[in-house]
């Protein structure tokens, strides 16, 4: 019985699926890290009256420092 699929092809898609996984640089801390410099420097940058930005900074904060308070 012949398979449709070719193991040789799959199994080398599946390597070049698992290298690109492995060379994509996307860690959760530094996507953290930018977004929260952002809105630093979005929130330092003037006055706000609670803008959306404002707002989600506010409430990262809250749960950022709710372990030490
Ligand atoms: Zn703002």
Request: aromatic share 12%; with cysteine; hydrophobic share 30%.
């Given at each position: 019985m012949e398979s449709l699929h070719q193991p040789q092809m799959s199994e080398?898609?599946?390597?070049?699926?698992?290298?690109?996984?492995?060379?994509?640089?996307?860690p959760h801390d530094e996507v953290m890290m930018e977004q929260l410099e952002y809105l630093l420097l979005h929130s330092r940058s003037g006055?706000?009256?609670?803008?959306a930005?404002?707002?989600?900074?506010?409430?990262i904060s809250r749960h950022l420092l709710a372990p030490f308070c």
């Open positions: 080398a898609v599946s390597a070049q699926e698992s290298a690109f996984r492995y060379t994509e640089p996307a006055r706000h009256k609670w803008c930005e404002c707002t989600r900074l506010e409430k």
